[in-house]
């Protein structure tokens, strides 16, 4: 009998091309694949692992979301210490659930959050270079506290997606944003917790803080950007390694925000 | 008129064959000579540059310390900047002085300080497998945090050195150890502060540590092992990626401890 899991799980996205599956290529979709098959004894792509969104090349998770359906039943723990066991040390399973056949980790979705860490200071700290978009220049971070405000909200957010994003409405919802100071570490902490991010959405408006932490821009062009509806406008793009996939929500995770607005999307 | 520099960098060992310079491998000390030669505009291997003693590969540095002789004066924080600018992201000059001709990074140090990061929980977290040391096991912290005391003052290590050791005296002096349970973190992370460490001192410790923390050994058995001078009865070595060079100490620098004992050690 068929059994429907649904898995949580970190990766430091340093060694993998991205999330989604491709020939030739580490993924974390394609590392998890192989070993829910070898699990199960079914030969290499006879089950699938469905993720609730990619993620770029470099960009990190501390808590992805997949589901797959399993040919047997096995008790969660076991699932996740059994998963865990044959994972590389680049994925850790944190949480194994055994949901319906109905919950599907992509078209659930109800939001997601994604965090983006700036690591400051002249020179690069050798033990973030991977986890932290280093950025030697002051930045005033008032401003960019201020700016990020203006993101939250239901807007068209065309002047913040690459140009690679799939065509379709631009339309998405930002229940909250907040930064962080973190001057003990000196870090600046950027998160946008939404209904859902398009292809490069976060290094984009990531990008446009600093620029305006930086006075390069003013500090209420994000309401501009907002208007204008342009890319050109705003054609920085943060690097991947400073995000993180902070968490995935599913109905009734929050229920101040319960809704499936978007079923399919980046 | 050649000039004498001290300067202060953090690395991190993951890709390192460790500090000290070796033929065909990638060395902290290697890749400084090499940037340091190329800066003064001398043939490869004119100028040395010398440390407070070698890191093992995988050991990390948060504050490692050398010296070398520059044959025209360039001001610290010109240095600084030049040399950061040459270095690879795993290496960060953190500061530089101008210092006599008498300084010398290996036989004046007066103390060093180490950091031993345990990270804890069933699985390894992702982003912390190059920089602490998993153990899956409970570990009682109370035991560990008496035991380490027994460490402190000045003893016949001999227990805690492994075979690949200089010969020599084993007597040497901690100053003082800390325990810090990091809860927050699911850290639990050692310090030791002493006159200078033996080859694997550190790690041959900790292990023993992380004995008395599982109840595999008695909580005053450090007392014992100190007194038998016996390494077989501590066969354990934890793994160098846990290891952090946090500190070392010059003449000065901490009036309580102000003497150079051991002139030439590892």
Same mark, same amino acid.
């Given at each position: ?5 649904k ?12 999330f989604q ?8 979709e394609?590392? @998890? &694949? ?14 699938g692992v469905y993720g609730s969104g990619r993620t ?8 992805q979301v997949a589901h797959f359906? =399993?040919?047997?039943? #096995?008790?969660?723990?076991?699932? @996740? ?16 659930? #055994?949901?319906?056949?109905t919950f599907h980790a992509r078209y659930d979705v109800t939001g997601k959050?994604? !965090? ?20 030697? =220049? ?6 960019? *506290? &201020?700016? #990020?405000?203006? !993101?939250?909200? &239901? ?24 930064? #962080? ?9 950027? *998160?946008?917790?939404?209904?859902g =991010?398009?292809?490069?959405?976060? +290094?984009?408006?990531?990008?446009? @803080?600093? *620029? ?11 309401? +501009? ?9 705003? +054609?920085? &793009? ?7 996939l902070?968490?995935v929500y599913y109905?009734?995770?929050?229920? *101040?925000?319960?809704?499936k607005?978007h079923p399919v999307r980046d």
């Amino acid at each position: 009998m068929t059994q429907r899991y649904k898995i949580t799980f970190a990766y430091d996205g340093t060694q993998f091309a991205g999330f989604q599956r491709q020939p030739h290529q580490r993924t974390v979709e394609g590392v @998890l &694949t192989k070993i829910v098959n070898q699990m199960a004894k079914q030969p290499e792509g006879t089950l699938g692992v469905y993720g609730s969104g990619r993620t770029d090349s470099g960009v990190h998770a501390l808590a992805q979301v997949a589901h797959f359906d =399993f040919p047997f039943p #096995i008790p969660a723990d076991k699932m @996740l210490k059994g998963l865990n066991s044959m994972c590389p040390l680049d994925i850790q399973i944190k949480d194994v659930e #055994i949901v319906p056949d109905t919950f599907h980790a992509r078209y659930d979705v109800t939001g997601k959050r994604y !965090l983006y860490r700036l690591s400051l200071g002249p020179f690069t700290d050798p033990f973030k270079r991977f986890y932290t978009a280093h950025w030697r =220049f002051p930045l005033d971070f008032g401003l960019m *506290e &201020t700016a #990020i405000q203006d !993101l939250v909200g &239901t807007h068209n957010f065309a002047s913040f997606v690459a140009s690679g994003a799939k065509p379709g409405s631009r339309v998405r919802t930002i229940f909250s944003t907040k930064a #962080i100071n973190d001057e003990a570490n000196h870090e600046i902490q950027l *998160e946008f917790y939404g209904d859902g =991010f398009m292809y490069n959405q976060v +290094r984009i408006m990531t990008a446009v @803080l600093v *620029e305006i932490g930086m006075k390069k821009r003013p500090v209420d062009d994000i309401q +501009r950007l907002l208007a204008v509806q342009d890319r050109q406008q705003a +054609r920085l &793009t943060m690097p991947a390694h400073g995000l993180f996939l902070e968490r995935v929500y599913y109905p009734g995770d929050d229920p *101040e925000h319960n809704e499936k607005k978007h079923p399919v999307r980046d």
